[in-house]
């Protein structure tokens, strides 16, 4: 495959590194509240796994997942009232959260093998240092999506140092992954349409660019969570944008959507266009 010029250079520790990556990487974000029943704790949508499960066997190219905690995670992180700050939480409840994460993974995982695929779940601390990306892994996972494995990773609470811990949510882990990796298609799953332009209305906005940030427009939530709802989706697609990659946010439950934007093709739903330098 043909390799991408890279545009971007990515700071770890104290190196400055250019990374070239080749084409066709598709970076998947499943919302939580497409994965699970956010009103209902520990409920997984297990019809709506499955349906995106079948339709990613219409994908011959690379694919790394990213799942948000839904019901699960993020549950339990309002129980135990922790968030993106790091601090001192609860230490009874920071196993809870991560193991209701694991749970949920393997849920996800399990419906991907039952398709024929052949998905491996990862924790975000195989691939960060606390909120910092580990280069070398998140290559090596690169590697793994080549060789038509699905890296299947996750929004978690994760060790930060000390005696701290901090929500690592998937839309972070997403901007991590993306300026890491500069796919080729990034797509947000969530379970709208899209960003609206009110909740009245609920007129979708078609395409936003960089210089659309600071303008008044009032994002649609679908209620919020520990990691900020489609506010948080739309500041890291903007993130990611800033670094010339155009971000899909569509709606995950209707799995077509997902496939015709990893080809290319958005029909429905709300693309955050890149800076081009």
Request: charged letters at 20%; aromatic letters at 6%.
């Amino acid at each position: 495959m043909k390799k991408l010029k890279c545009k971007s250079k990515l700071k770890f520790t104290s190196k400055t590194i250019c990374i070239l990556l080749l084409q066709g990487l598709t970076l998947i974000k499943l919302g939580g509240s497409v994965v699970t029943f956010k009103e209902k704790p520990l409920a997984a949508n297990i019809d709506a796994i499955h349906g995106i499960s079948h339709a990613l066997t219409q994908l011959d190219v690379p694919i790394i997942i990213v799942h948000g905690g839904g019901s699960f995670g993020h549950y339990w992180s309002v129980k135990y009232n922790m968030h993106t700050k790091p601090a001192n939480y609860d230490l009874h409840g920071v196993s809870i959260v991560h193991e209701s994460m694991i749970a949920l993974n393997q849920i996800i995982v399990n419906s991907l093998m039952g398709m024929g695929l052949n998905p491996y779940g990862i924790p975000p601390s195989a691939l960060t240092t606390g909120r910092k990306p580990t280069l070398a892994r998140i290559r090596h996972v690169y590697s793994m999506a080549q060789s038509k494995v699905i890296p299947v990773t996750f929004g978690d609470i994760v060790y930060v140092g000390g005696t701290k811990y901090s929500i690592l949510s998937g839309d972070a882990l997403m901007t991590i992954l993306a300026r890491a990796l500069r796919p080729l298609r990034i797509i947000f799953a969530t379970n709208v349409d899209g960003v609206y332009k009110d909740n009245v209305r609920r007129e979708l906005v078609e395409e936003i660019r960089i210089e659309d940030k600071s303008k008044s427009i009032e994002y649609f939530k679908a209620g919020t969570d520990a990691t900020g709802g489609m506010q948080r989706k739309v500041t890291e697609a903007f993130k990611i944008a800033s670094h010339g990659m155009d971000v899909v946010i569509i709606n995950g439950l209707i799995p077509e959507r997902i496939i015709e934007a990893a080809k290319g093709t958005v029909k429905v739903g709300t693309v955050v266009k890149g800076r081009k330098s």
